[in-house]
Structures are given as structure tokens and as C-alpha cells.
């Protein structure tokens, strides 16, 4: 059977219950229940209910930053590019390399990777944030840049693809770390684009290789 706070009363339904201005609360250390007056109590539950409101205005200050941020990241979002001049690999947000300082011009925000005999037999479209990632996994060279380094045809890279996409698959948690910052390009949409560009090169192996950077 409960007892109140104050153990002079029973209170077997565990309802707290008023006595001649005392309010009479079960024993409950986690919810910070006592015996003592009615002011006392309506004290406490004043100060409850600020705590909350305090902790729901500190909540909705950090999503008011956070959604900020992601606005101000989707209107300016970092390009990840590899300089044609000193072939340094990463975020500009101006249009000038920061190693070398050449004028990088405009650039897409997105890389296209195309299979053509003839007619184009595939397209793919993926967002230049995950360049990092690409880089990481040993496959940048191969879809971002492969007329540069010799990746003429489909068959010129799917050994490269294989590998890459081994890995990426065997090691999501250390890929996750070259997640964009501001959510465009995540490691959860480059797999399935690179497993997609895999199959199209098994597929078409004498296929030219088109990319648009």
C-alpha cells in the first residue's frame, strides 16, 4: 500500500489528496513529490512547467539555427572540384583555386556521366559535394575526370568501379565522415549511383564515356 511523503497517511490509489491546506503526495523521489502546503506545490509546478517551457524555446532557438544554416548552405553550397592547373582537390566556395589562384570560371554544381555508341544508352546525374567521397574511394579519376587519365571506354573502368564500390560498401561509417555538411550529397545516394554506373559499364563495355563537369 502507498504511503504519502510524510508516511502519516495511506493513499492506496497512489492520488495525492488535500487536508486542511496540506496537499499529501506518494512517495516518489523521481518526481520530486512531497507533503507540505498547497502554495508550496503550486510553487513547484510553476517552476516545472518554465523548466519545460525553457527547455522547448532552447529547442526551437537550435532547429531556428540549424534551419539558417541549411538555407544559407543551399543557397551558397560548396563546390568540390579538382583545379585543371594544379590539380588540387577540394571545397571552393569562390571561383578562384585557393593553392594556386586560377580563375576557375563558372562551374556546375553537378557532375553528368554518360555511355554512348551512337545514342546515349545511359545517363547519371550526381552532385560535385560528393567529389571528396569519390576521391576517397579511388573512383573520382574514373567518373569525374576519365578522358583526362586515359578512361576512354566503359571497359576502362569497371575494374576501378568494382574496387571502389567494394569499399564503399564495406566501410559506411568511415565514407559517412565525407557526408556534404549541408545534405546535398550523402553517402546513402552515392552508392546507389556508383552501383548504377558499375552495371552500365558491365552492361556496355564498348560504350564511350561523355562526362560534364
Not at 548552405?73 to 593553392?99: I, N, S, V
Not at 552532385?127 to 569519390?134: P, V, Y
Request: hydrophobic share 30%.
Amino acid at each position: 500500500m502507498n504511503k504519502c511523503c510524510c508516511g502519516k497517511y495511506s493513499l492506496p490509489d497512489g492520488i495525492p489528496f488535500e487536508k486542511n491546506g496540506y496537499v499529501h503526495e506518494p512517495v516518489d523521489l523521481e518526481a520530486g513529490n512531497f507533503c507540505g502546503p498547497r502554495k508550496n506545490h503550486d510553487i513547484r509546478d510553476l517552476k516545472k512547467k518554465v523548466d519545460e517551457l525553457t527547455s522547448e524555446n532552447k529547442s526551437l532557438k537550435e532547429e531556428n539555427e540549424r534551419l539558417k544554416a541549411e538555407i544559407q548552405a543551399r543557397q551558397e553550397p560548396e563546390k568540390t572540384d579538382e583545379c585543371k592547373l594544379c590539380h588540387f582537390f577540394g571545397e571552393y566556395k569562390w571561383k578562384f583555386c585557393p593553392r594556386c589562384g586560377k580563375n576557375l570560371g563558372e562551374r556546375k554544381m553537378s557532375l553528368d556521366f554518360r555511355l554512348q555508341i551512337e545514342i546515349e544508352l545511359f545517363w547519371k546525374n550526381i552532385t560535385h559535394n560528393l567529389g571528396k567521397m569519390a576521391d576517397e574511394a579511388g573512383i573520382y579519376k574514373a567518373l569525374w575526370r576519365p578522358n583526362e587519365n586515359g578512361y576512354v571506354y566503359a571497359n576502362d573502368i569497371i575494374d576501378i568501379l568494382e574496387k571502389g564500390l567494394e569499399d564503399l560498401k564495406k566501410r559506411p561509417k568511415h565514407f559517412e565522415k565525407f557526408n556534404s555538411p549541408n545534405g546535398w550529397g550523402l553517402y546513402e545516394h552515392f552508392v546507389p549511383f556508383v552501383q548504377e554506373c558499375y552495371d552500365a559499364c558491365v552492361k556496355h563495355p564498348k560504350a564511350k564515356i561523355y562526362v560534364s563537369v
